[in-house]
């Protein structure tokens, strides 16, 4: 059996079968493999979406390649791992770190996800997941924090 990687977005919106494989998931910043356990188990699914969070970490990158011309999946990250059962309801933050709800849910399976960085232990130890994520991201774009 082939298992596509499937993303469903929204209240009421079909299931989208990606036809094309491998599509991947580019986080830009993961949390360190350490805790990424934990994390997911403290993600509640929403109520329409039931079961439970189901992603592998660190997934073996054998024969990856740092040539960027090669296709993102092929390519060496910090992280790589495949969202195999993965239901969040939707949320932007703001320029002030606040998380908004989007009135969305994110359904994710069999998607794979690969990180450009990743946080530190002492990072999250210092900031917390949140922070830290907000401190890489305004290091990374160049933001300027009054």
Known sequence: MLSLPSVY?????????????????LPGICVPRSIQGEIMSSISRPP????????????SQSGCTNDTNAPPVSRC?????????????GFDI????RASATRYNL???????LCERQMTDDCVAALGPLGCYLYMWVWRHGVEVA
């Open 94 to 97: 703001d320029a002030f770190g």
């Open 48 to 59: 329409s979406l039931p079961g439970n969070q189901t992603a592998i970490s660190n997934v």
């Open 77 to 89: 990250w910090p992280d790589l791992g495949v969202y195999e059962d993965v239901a969040v309801a």
């Open 9 to 25: 977005i929204g209240h009421k919106c079909a299931l989208v079968h990606v036809a094309r494989p491998p599509e991947f998931l």
């Open 107 to 113: 359904y994710l399976l069999h998607v794979p996800y």
